[in-house]
């Protein structure tokens, strides 16, 4: 194996010894023969540590000449490596006598070991700007001068090139140097590092690992209005003129992915394009506003994306796609982000932000005191952003600032394991498709943590995450739409999806009331297609209705909700229908299905204290099995309306007004239709039924009627009435007013005990 040498030395013995142990050994200039072996790489760094503190020992100055070699064998040519103990140091050679192809172990940047240490070779031809980092000029050769030490690397650079140690000095000119040298594919950092610029690139294939430490911006120039793209690192593809747009000769349906084109000659397999449908009547209401990609020709006049269509475009509608190059894989890992204490949208400050951009990840990266969003995107397409965090930023209160992140005609996000604290939200999906986000929580969440703008998103799922949520709320300009969405595991202190949300899922949402935000502990979802299984709020459930687009049914299955006093559970919108399943609603005081949709409710419990239990019903009321406790059912429909009751039904308890079953006007028929019913009065005083006006068909047959009062009064059973009393039992029941049998009236075949 061949022996390093100590500072002195010569293959063939000793030098001749200092005359003082500080002062330096004697060396020659560097050698003609410096072509460094390929053989020879591996070993290098740790000769040329050893050699630097063999050198340090000695008392080598720092602006010494090189003070090592690597020696051969005898049978080997005479190569050399030279060593420079810091950048003065190997700067301060005369150029003229370093031979071009020199290469140099530097051992560090101001001093050995510093972290620096690197291999760099000289380019005597070499007129690249000097950068104080991965190129270096000598000090000899002047602004116009010829030669260069280039960094040599496998693609791994590193801020301490540049002398980077800390925030002292700002990392602007090495940010730029870096990411626009395409030989580096990653880049490192081993301090805190502050930056006083905002930096727009263009590269791919890169990544950004910072270590963990902490990104400051401390005296960072001033933003544009309204611009939350100033990022200290702005990653944008570029937008070509190249733009195509086209009529739809017939309609383009959903979830279908081969679109029409003019003439599909003009597209090829890989391209990516921005491709959007013209607005509708709001100003930002599209249903397509994506960054996809070309998969196959179909035909002369069809191209397939790799996306399925998520809303059905009418024949006549326009689209346009403007050809773009996106960024590309652009990885930013392992920061910490201080914004600017009290920025506002000109002063603050943020960390990252693409447009037009794939495959592009953001991992481990925690903001405070950000302005804009932690992480912007727009345009972009299959992504991730993970186990990232932001507490207590600049704003909560403007528009667009205070998010973790917020993602704008994205498709295929993936946004996991991340946290907010006090914060706008946490997760935005505005015009986006295709994404989801798991295991995400928001603490002092009254701004809300997850939301969807309105901008007709489509198939978005959120699972295992807490936080307060709601959907398509920012306004008609937008659209107010969104289609497919799926809540699964959620907790939080208030869900709204009130405007035109079509077919969401939810599956086991617990709200619940939180101390001193006014509307916490609500559930608020459009019925169009919405499903609700093991879900619960503590404070109210209303259903409303915005849309009907859904094919699927209305179902609230196996779930709890307590009802805030004189709140209508179906609101006067709904005009669909609403089946609830096994389903618990508890404080039924002033409570209502007000919407003229039918209602069904199956197997399912109404509750209230006793004597206080009221629900009406505008539309048609089915009650299957289950229990009605201390609860009236009140039949209030300005058109006519049936009331069922049957499967087993109980009433039972105290209900507010005394009777069980009645109505609230007269103007209108009321069917009333009794099968399998079980009705139990604790009092004499309490009423199973009480009708005594207006038009009503009552049918009850295998009922039960233990206790109370029956009244069922002459003037409730005039023109067009009728009334079937037949098959029951009664049990001790004072008949108030039961009208006599006739044309239109039977009580024949009860049995009365």
């Known amino acids: 194996m061949t022996n390093l040498l100590t500072p002195g030395q010569t293959p063939d013995g000793p030098a001749t010894a200092p005359t003082s142990p500080l002062q330096a050994p004697t060396v020659e200039a560097p050698s003609r023969r410096n072509l460094l072996r390929v053989a020879g790489i591996g070993g290098l760094v740790a000769a040329g540590a050893l050699m630097g503190t063999q050198s340090a020992a000695a008392g080598t100055p720092a602006a010494a000449a090189p003070s090592g070699v690597l020696p051969m064998k005898k049978d080997e040519p005479d190569d050399e490596v030279l060593v420079a103990t810091s950048v003065a140091q190997l700067v301060g050679w005369k150029a003229k006598k370093i031979d071009d192809g020199t290469v140099v172990q530097l051992l560090g940047h101001a001093t050995p070991g510093d972290g620096a240490a690197r291999l760099v070779r000289y380019d005597a031809k070499s007129e690249a700007a000097a950068n104080g ?3 270096l000029a000598p000090k000899d050769l002047g602004a116009a001068g010829r030669g260069r030490w280039h960094t040599l690397h496998t693609g791994t650079a590193d801020f301490r090139w540049f002398g980077l140690f800390g925030k002292d000095t700002p990392a602007d000119d090495a940010l730029d140097a870096l990411v626009n040298d395409p030989t580096v594919s990653r880049i490192e950092a081993h301090s805190d590092l502050n930056f006083v610029r905002r930096h727009r690139f263009t590269r791919s294939h890169l990544e950004l690992d910072f270590g963990g430490h902490t990104m400051t911006t401390e005296g960072i120039e001033k933003a544009g209005q309204d611009d939350p793209f100033a990022a200290v690192l702005f990653f944008r593809g570029t937008v070509t003129d190249d733009v195509r747009t086209n009529k739809l000769t017939a309609v383009m349906p959903e979830l279908r992915d081969d679109f029409e084109v003019a003439d599909s000659s003009q597209y090829a397999v890989g391209e990516w394009y921005a491709l959007e449908v013209n607005a509708l009547a709001g100003k930002w209401e599209r249903e397509l506003q994506l960054q996809v990609q070309v998969t196959q020709i179909v035909d002369a006049t069809h191209v397939r994306v790799n996306y399925l269509n998520g809303w059905e475009l009418a024949a006549g509608r326009t689209l346009t796609w403007t050809k773009v190059e996106p960024v590309q894989q652009v990885h930013v890992r392992n920061l910490s982000f201080v914004g600017v204490a009290g920025g506002d949208q000109y002063t603050g400050s943020h960390p990252l932000a693409f447009e037009y951009a794939v495959s592009c990840d953001v991992e481990n990266v925690h903001g405070v005191a950000t302005f804009w969003p932690l992480v912007m995107r727009r345009w972009s397409t299959f992504f991730t952003t993970s186990r990232c965090s932001l507490a207590n930023p600049a704003s909560i209160t403007w528009g667009g600032a205070g998010y973790l992140t917020q993602q704008i005609y994205c498709l295929y996000g993936h946004v996991s394991d991340c946290h907010t604290s006090n914060c706008r939200h946490l997760n935005d999906w505005t015009a986006s498709a295709y994404g989801l986000v798991e295991n995400c929580h928001g603490d002092g969440d009254d701004q809300g943590p997850f939301v969807t703008h309105g901008q007709y998103e489509h198939d978005l799922t959120y699972v295992g995450n807490s936080g307060l949520m709601t959907f398509a709320n920012s306004g008609a300009a937008w659209g107010s739409s969104a289609k497919r969405i799926t809540v699964s595991k959620h907790v939080c202190s208030w869900f709204v999806a009130r405007v035109k949300v079509t077919d969401l899922t939810l599956e ?72 609830l399943v096994r389903t618990t609603l508890n404080g039924l005081e002033g409570a209502s299905f007000a919407g003229s949709g039918p209602v069904v409710l199956d197997q399912c419990t109404l509750e209230a204290a006793e004597g206080k239990g009221t629900v009406t019903a505008s539309g048609d009321l089915t009650i299957r099995g289950g229990v009605v406790r201390n609860v009236a059912v009140v039949a209030a429909g300005a058109a006519e309306q049936t009331i069922r009751v049957g499967d087993g039904a109980r009433l039972e308890g105290s209900p507010a007004g005394g009777t069980f079953l009645s109505r609230a006007k007269a103007d209108k028929p009321v069917t009333w239709n009794l099968d399998g019913a079980r009705s139990t009065a604790p009092t004499g005083d309490t009423g199973h039924v009480k009708l005594d006006a207006g038009m009503n068909r009552w049918s009850a047959v295998g009922s039960t009627f233990t206790g109370g009062r029956l009244q069922l009064a002459d003037g409730a059973f005039g023109t067009g009435s009728y009334l079937l009393h037949s098959g029951n039992v009664e049990s001790g029941v004072q008949r108030v007013a039961i009208p006599s049998d006739g044309p239109t009236v039977s009580t024949t075949g009860t049995l009365v005990v």
Request: hydrophobic share 35%; net charge positive.
């Open 508 to 579: 086991d949402v617990q709200v619940i009331r939180k101390e001193g935000l006014a509307g916490s502990g609500m559930l608020w979802v459009n019925a169009d297609g919405v499903q609700l299984r093991g879900c619960q709020a503590d404070d109210t459930l209303i259903v409303s209705q915005a849309s009907s687009r859904s094919k699927r049914p209305n179902v609230i299955e196996g779930s709890r909700f307590n009802v805030l006093p004189g709140t209508p559970i179906t609101q006067a919108t709904v005009t669909n229908p609403v089946h």
């Open 133 to 135: 980092g991965t190129v």
